[in-house]
Nanobody
Framework: QVQLVESGGGLVQAGGSLRLSCAAS????????MAWYRQPPGKQREWVAN???????NYADSVKGRFTISRENAKNTVNLQMDSLQPEDTAVYYC?????????WGQGTQVTVSS
């Protein structure tokens, strides 16, 4: 079984920054994809960014140039540096780990950006 625990959420003013972290534990395949999703209030969950085991990254257009995803394979962690935050970035942020066995989700962490 795989467990994911996010941390680093909170309240920030528009234009500010936050750094989210997610630690994975359990039976983790070395070949995997780690990602961040978010669910704004009253809206559907949406993909934010992902990073493959070889460190290749992809971003949603809405966060490109403002968010940076990174990972530390030795520690099975993934981070999301969020800069120039805007009120529309307010959401519950979830990290995921996808392996050949399936996709695992964390419990989520709240990010609130005030105007």
């Amino acid at each position: 079984q795989v467990q994911l625990v996010e941390s680093g959420g909170g309240l920030v003013q528009a234009g500010g920054s936050l750094r989210l972290s997610c630690a994975a534990s359990g039976n983790i395949s070395r070949i995997n994809v780690m990602a961040w999703y978010r669910q704004p209030p009253g809206k559907q969950r949406e993909w934010v960014a992902n990073i493959i085991a070889n460190y290749s990254t992809n971003y949603a257009d809405s966060v490109k140039g403002r968010f940076t995803i990174s990972r530390e394979n030795a520690k099975n962690t993934v981070n999301l540096q969020m800069d120039s935050l805007q009120p529309e970035d307010t959401a519950v942020y979830y990290c995921t780990l996808t392996t050949s066995r399936g996709t695992y989700w964390g419990q989520g962490t709240q990010v609130t950006v005030s105007s």
